[in-house]
């Protein structure tokens, strides 16, 4: 594994190095572009930014040792810069992006710059109002067909970089050579909430918002830490998800997702089980938990006025976990609340919603968990 | 024990003989006919599973259509020219379904049941064979196991369809004398189809012969090959060739 | 031979039936001791409350797989005699796909498998999804004798029945489609006591119905020609098959999702092993032995944490064991 990443490192060096042809004419940089604000990074691993006298690169990196790659992309500052062919090439001002992920469209959004979005993998899946009515506006062209990328879509869309996943059938497509510049996201695989809002500065980057990306990531880095701060741990416990078939699938007590659920002070049942990958239990451990775990923090798609009494009607045993009998359940409805997609970029509004659930702070409106009744 | 008054055999609303009135009583009778002529409908018609004919057809004086299946089970029994058995049935395992008709609803064996059965292995010496498995046996031993089959459902009539079709010329030769011995213990009716006419007249007693639509009982040995020879057009042929 | 010869066999089943159903009870990833399940079982309560859950449903499961593996069984010991063939099966002849397609129909349709109504649709879609397969192999039986090739249609409408639900999954939603996915992984848990009742109920009834069939397969082992000629009737005969192995089928289906290789492992297994030729004598061996597999494979499965989906310890099982058999018949030049 460690022999790989090397030679993925070295290898980026050499393309690094090859890209970079400098003309011997005089630069010619335009003032709008000198003036733009750097962004540094704080937290986030699997991105970088990388500030030349000529060029912005920004490289893509995987973390951890599940998957391994780097991608780049170069924004041209000065027009006389000539790079190797091979170097994906974008310009900041009018770019056309296309999306695998609506994750994607909530960074974007934030900048306002959804306008810039062309083309989205899976249309209907967007339920944020706000997002699908620009999406719909915009005539933006679905790409996917049951998880697959619709090349003659893609095409038509024709956008100047397409940001996929490193994982599954988009990775193996061969984009290049059709002429359409990819760049992996995988925002999803940092270690901390915080770290994958940073992500923000590389889309601020891509459409020439950095600064907007800046300001936008410092109030809610300092909302999310001010409220961290004054959480009072507790030693109360929760227990995650709901059972699919007979098994329940947790996260790891690594994931980012438990991290967050954590710092509104409460830990997690499964604590102690080491690993990054998901927890998996069998029903009859999970019940036997229930009982004694204080909080249960469920996100999952159901009817819009889900309640209590449906969480029970869906397992009669439901009604023995203390979670339940308290009253204590931490519901997401990913039917009406974007958990997926906006949630990402307001960790701050979703740590308020878990301190509000379990007392720590008295007043407050919840917009993605709230209490079942 | 078996007859026909004003039959007529239709298949697929196509006529395809008919027999005036024909009484079979009980010895060894050969079914005789050209391909195609009717021989397995009328063995057919006989066990029941042919409606399609007009006239009646008569086992031990009730019509056919009057039995219920079960009991006419008890009536007739049958041996296909090929069988096949699923399953690991051992020879004996075959000969205990010919007393299917008299068993109970969870099919039984009683006492009598294994009694008939050594009876008939006795009968047609099956003990070399007879607790091999089905499948293993030879065609000529398979074939003799069926009949044995046939005989302990204990039937006043056998009919056999073309039972020697697959058999090589010794086991032809044993089966006929198989046929021989039974109707000599037995007052049974064995109707059996061939197309081996020249021994008849050395087994048979009479001939049923199915030729140009029409269904006519031979009984005299000593005519047997002249007449079936004559209703083939086969005597001129012969001739020809001389 | 005689009835006396099978009863070891038969005792063998019925004892390891019953130790495998307490094994289920007894251990699982909840540690509990004896006297705890025991207590539980005769009405008493525990420390934590989830247990007497946690009881109810391995015991649930346990009777689910007793009965759902008995039923598969004996309703593929029934169609291969039928057929004659030892490769049919409830799964191989696409009945369990007709079941599916009706599954499916209701399910992705919106109507979910919670309530009692819900319920008993979801069993009459599967049964006359099941039963119209079966009609259909025995209408294409009627041009096809070779019965390998019947075999391949019914694979083919398995092929189709599957097609047509991935058509369906186009207009269904996220909630109906995951539904159907969870169903289509097969398992015998989840099923509570209420429908275990009807469940039971169903599959105890259609299972003693089938030794109306005890005479009419002794005789079908010699062809339909024969059976015939020995006073069966055979269209009725053909009548009680389709509707007993096409309902025991389903059921199972509708509850359990398309459980494989235990209605084709099964039947197989047990001819090798029965002395008797008497069905009266072979559908209860079948029915336990059907039950014996169902509960290894699901106490495999529960060893697992349930991360081991049920179709597959059921393949790793079955599908050596019908290899074993045809070679085994092939040895001795038995035809299909």
Same mark, same amino acid.
């Given at each position: ?92 001002? /009018? ?56 090349? /003659? ?123 990054? /990958? ?5 029903? /009859? ?89 | ?242 | ?19 495998? #159903? ?15 399940? #025991? ?24 009777? =689910? ?86 075999? =391949? ?6 092929? #189709? ?176």
């Amino acid at each position: 594994m460690r022999e790989l990443s090397l030679l993925a490192i070295l290898w980026s060096l050499i393309i690094l190095n090859s890209c970079v042809q400098h003309a011997d004419s005089e630069t010619s940089i335009t003032p709008n572009q000198l003036d733009q604000e750097k962004v540094s990074i704080e937290y986030a691993e699997g991105f970088d930014v990388v500030y030349e006298p000529n060029f912005i690169k920004v490289v893509t990196q995987s973390i951890g040792e599940n998957t391994s790659f780097t991608d780049s992309v170069f924004i041209i500052l000065d027009s006389t810069t000539i790079l190797d062919e091979s170097c994906k090439i974008i310009n900041q001002e /009018e770019i056309r992006l296309a999306c695998q992920s609506s994750t994607h469209l909530a960074f974007l959004n934030e900048l306002n710059q959804l306008s810039q979005v062309v083309g989205l993998c899976g249309l209907e899946y967007v339920n944020n109002p706000e997002i699908s009515e620009v999406i719909k506006e915009n005539e933006v062209i679905e790409l996917c067909m049951t998880d697959q990328i619709q090349l /003659e879509n893609l095409f038509q869309c024709n956008p100047d970089l397409f940001l996929i996943y490193p994982f599954g059938s988009s990775q193996n497509n061969d984009y290049a050579s059709k002429g359409i510049h990819t760049l992996l996201i995988a925002e999803y695989l940092e270690k901390s909430q915080l770290a994958r809002l940073e992500w923000i500065k590389l889309f601020g980057v891509l459409t020439g918002k950095s600064k907007e990306a800046n300001a936008y990531f410092e109030s809610v880095k300092q909302a999310y830490i001010e409220q961290k701060e004054a959480t009072v741990p507790t030693d109360k416990t929760f227990i995650m998800n709901l059972p699919f078939q007979d098994q329940w699938f947790m996260p790891s007590s690594k994931s980012v997702g438990v991290e967050l659920i954590e710092d509104a002070g409460i830990s997690y049942y499964y604590s102690g089980e080491k690993g990054t /990958e998901n927890i998996s239990h069998s029903n /009859e451990q999970v019940w036997n938990d229930g009982v004694s775990a204080d909080y249960w923090v469920i996100i999952a798609r159901r009817e819009a006025n889900y309640g209590l009494a449906d969480l029970i009607a869906e397992e009669s045993v439901y009604k023995e976990f203390l979670s339940v009998q308290n009253h204590q359940v931490i519901f997401c409805n990913t039917a009406t609340a974007d958990y997926f997609s906006k949630g990402v970029v307001e960790p701050h509004i979703i740590l308020k919603d878990l301190c509000y659930a379990t007392g720590q702070i008295e007043s407050h409106t919840p917009q993605y968990f709230f209490l079942l009744e | 024990m078996l007859a026909f008054k004003q039959l007529e055999i239709k298949v697929s609303g196509r006529h395809l003989f008919a027999a005036e009135n024909v009484h079979i009583q009980s010895g060894i009778v050969a079914l005789v006919g050209r391909n195609g002529t009717g021989k397995s409908t009328l063995l057919k018609t006989i066990m029941g599973l042919n409606r399609e004919f007009t006239g009646e057809i008569k086992v031990s004086d009730k019509t056919i259509q009057s039995f219920h299946a079960a009991d006419l089970a008890k009536e007739i029994a049958i041996v296909y020219s090929k069988s096949s058995i699923f399953g690991n049935h051992t020879g004996r395992d075959v000969l205990m379904l010919g007393r299917l008709p008299y068993q109970n609803a969870f099919a039984k064996e009683t006492v009598a049941d294994r009694e008939q059965v050594e009876q008939i292995i006795d009968l047609l010496q099956l003990e070399k064979f007879v607790d091999q498995e089905f499948s293993v046996l030879s065609d000529g031993e398979k074939q003799l196991i069926m009949i044995g089959r046939a005989v302990v459902q204990d039937t006043k009539i056998i009919l056999l369809d073309e039972p020697a079709a697959f058999l090589d010329l010794v086991n032809r030769h044993q089966l006929m004398q198989v046929l021989k011995h039974i109707a000599q213990s037995t007052e049974k009716l064995i109707l059996f189809s061939t197309h081996q006419v020249d021994v008849l007249p050395n087994i048979c007693k009479a001939i049923l012969l199915i030729d140009q639509g029409r269904l006519q009982l031979l009984e005299n040995p000593k005519e047997f090959i002249s007449t079936i020879y004559d209703s083939f057009g086969m005597n001129k042929i012969e001739k020809d060739e001389v | 031979m005689s009835l006396r010869s099978d009863i070891p066999l038969f005792s063998v089943l019925i004892i390891g039936v019953f130790i495998l #159903f307490w094994m289920n009870l007894l251990l699982g990833d909840v540690p509990m001791k004896t006297a705890d399940v #025991f207590n539980i079982l005769t009405g008493g309560v525990a420390d934590n409350s989830a247990w007497s859950y946690i009881i109810e449903s391995r015991l649930n499961r346990s009777v =689910v797989a007793i009965l759902a593996g008995g039923a598969l069984a004996v309703s593929g010991l029934i169609l291969q005699v039928f057929f004659r063939n030892p490769l049919a099966g409830p799964g191989v002849l696409g009945i369990t796909s007709g079941a599916s397609l009706g599954v499916a129909v209701v399910i992705l349709g919106g109507i979910t498998m919670g309530s009692f109504l819900g319920n008993l649709g979801v069993i009459m879609a599967g049964v006359i999804g099941a039963i119209a397969v079966l009609l259909l192999l025995i209408f294409i039986a009627r041009f096809i004798k070779n019965s390998v090739t019947l075999l =391949v249609a019914g694979l083919m409408f398995g092929y #189709f029945t599957a097609a047509l639900i991935n058509v369906l999954f186009l207009w269904a939603n996220e909630t109906d489609t995951r539904e159907y996915v969870v169903w289509g992984l097969g398992s015998f848990e989840g099923v509570n006591s209420t429908e275990l009742m009807i469940f039971a109920l169903l599959i105890v009834t259609l299972s003693l119905l089938c030794f109306l069939l005890v005479k009419p397969l002794n005789a079908l082992v010699a062809g339909v020609d024969y059976a015939a000629s020995i006073g069966i009737n055979i269209k009725t005969t053909r009548l009680f098959i389709i509707v007993f192995t096409g309902i025991l089928a389903a059921v199972v289906t509708v509850y359990c999702g398309p459980v494989g290789f235990i209605g084709i492992a099964v039947p197989q297994l047990v001819r090798v092993l029965v002395k008797s030729k008497n069905h009266a004598v072979i559908i209860p061996i079948v029915f336990f032995a059907g039950s014996f597999l169902a509960l290894s494979a699901d106490f495999i499965v529960r060893m697992s944490s349930n991360s081991l989906p049920l179709n597959t310890v059921t393949a790793i099982v079955g599908a050596p064991i019908i290899v074993w058999v045809i070679i085994k018949m092939n040895q001795r030049n038995v035809s299909f």
